[in-house]
């Protein structure tokens, strides 16, 4: 039961993560550490979607989950294992680095864009 609890633990922690991926640059703005952290996270992400790596939380969830059963273990990656349950279709790889490249797409143009607005109009 202790491995089962660590494991669900593992998969709220890698949902955070991947929510921080998402939508950290929110909160990267306004803090240095917090962008240094989240671009960093992103690299990170961008350098297992090369090399066809799988999260290292996806392998500790599989192995904590082993532990307690090993009927509960999978082989795959943590993105394809939860989303295909939610919503019965497969993901393939290709889609998964897409999504990723988007990602650090729209991050990297949030971190980078700059609020201009012209001298005349109104602040809101």
């Known amino acids: ?4 609890i660590l494991a669900d633990i ?3 922690i890698h949902f955070l993560w991947i929510l921080f991926l998402i939508f950290g640059a929110f909160l990267g703005v306004g803090n240095k550490a917090i962008k240094i952290f989240h671009i ?4 990170f992400a961008l350098v297992i979607q090369i ?3 799988y999260c290292p939380l996806t392998h500790l969830e599989v192995w904590l989950r082993a532990k307690h059963d090993p009927s509960l273990a999978y082989a795959g990656s943590f993105i394809i294992h939860y989303v295909e349950g939610l919503i019965y279709i ?3 790889a290709w889609l998964i680095s897409s999504l990723t490249l988007l990602v ?3 991050n990297t143009w949030f971190y980078l ?7 005349d109009s109104p602040c809101l």
């Open 1 to 4: 039961m202790f491995y089962k």
């Open 10 to 12: 593992v998969v709220l």
């Open 40 to 43: 960093s996270g992103l690299v």
């Open 51 to 53: 090399f066809g790596w």
């Open 90 to 92: 497969k993901i393939s």
């Open 104 to 106: 650090i797409g729209f």
């Open 113 to 119: 864009r700059k609020k201009i607005r012209p001298k």
